[in-house]
């Protein structure tokens, strides 16, 4: 059974927590929690911080999983300025963002090099999470499920399993307080999953499609209530603990009523 994952992404904010103070958005006994809470909920919990904070992130946090932005395509090499998929978890990373909409726009990453990149993560042990998303005028020009399907098609590796997570971030919705109706993610979620189930049908039901997009506490348990929505890919509200635990109880709250669903149905019940 496939199990929710809510990741945080910091994108270029925040530095080292100070033990005195939350003027950073997360204080020491807010990591401790969440690191506490993580041990018991029945969902992933990570944080994809700036690279230069996964090894500090780990150290305090060992119970969540932590995420690196990007990664490059080649284990090594002369890439200055760049870090590969095996520095990453070097470091204390066990996942990485590929292909967020900010990196497809500002580093021009077309769906192959983000391919490689997800490809290059999973050689690493790394879960790589492959970011897709339509612009507003596609949506509005109605051409949002082609050109999802379209970016996934190019992006995903070859061989897919549930360490692939994809992360559908309607690019409109993002850090603009505008979310995706129900009804839009539920059909675009809908159509993600089914074209997994093409692609790899053994995979395809145990792997996680995560929403993003102004993702916040006022609208985590209407969108983890869909059905092929496993958990979201927060931005904004993941710099501050008391924006991010309250979408992390609302997936443990979902997975907790998923899991006994799975297991009645088991039962026959
Ligand atoms: P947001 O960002 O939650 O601030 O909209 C999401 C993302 O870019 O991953």
Redesign the pocket.
């Known amino acids: 059974m496939r199990r929710m994952l809510v990741a945080g992404?910091w994108k270029m904010n925040r530095r080292p927590i100070k033990e005195d103070g939350t003027e950073d958005g997360w204080s020491m006994p807010e990591v401790r929690s969440l690191n506490e809470r993580a041990r018991h909920i029945p969902i992933d919990v990570a944080i994809c911080p700036p690279a230069t904070l996964i090894d500090y992130w780990h150290g305090v946090a060992p119970a969540i999983g932590i995420g690196g932005q990007d990664c490059h395509d080649q284990p090594s090499g002369a890439y200055t300025g760049w870090l590969s998929a095996e520095m990453l978890r070097d470091a204390g990373a066990s996942l990485v963002i590929v292909g967020?909409s900010e990196r497809r726009a500002g580093a021009f990453e077309s769906d192959a090099v983000v391919r490689a990149k997800a490809m290059a993560a999973l050689d690493a042990g790394l879960r790589p999470i492959i970011c897709v998303g339509e612009s507003a005028d596609v949506r509005q020009a109605g051409g949002h499920i082609a050109h999802v399907l379209a970016q996934l098609n190019g992006s995903l590796p070859n061989e897919l399993n549930d360490n692939v997570v994809i992360a559908y971030?309607p690019i409109w919705?993002?850090?603009t307080g505008k979310t995706a109706t129900p009804a839009d993610v539920a059909e675009m979620h809908g159509a993600i999953r089914t074209h997994l189930r093409d692609r790899a049908p053994d995979a395809a039901d145990d792997m996680a499609i995560l929403y993003?997009?102004?993702?916040n506490a006022g609208n985590a348990a209407d969108l983890f209530a869909i059905a092929d929505v496993d958990g979201a890919?927060?931005?904004?509200?993941s710099l501050k603990a008391a924006s991010f635990m309250p979408i992390v109880e609302a997936a443990a709250a979902e997975g907790a009523a998923r899991h006994a669903s799975a297991m009645s149905q088991r039962r026959g019940g």
Not at 212 to 215: A, D, K, L, T
Not at 233 to 237: E, K, P, T
């Open positions: 992404n967020h971030e919705a993002i850090g993003g997009g102004s993702v890919l927060v931005g904004g509200a």
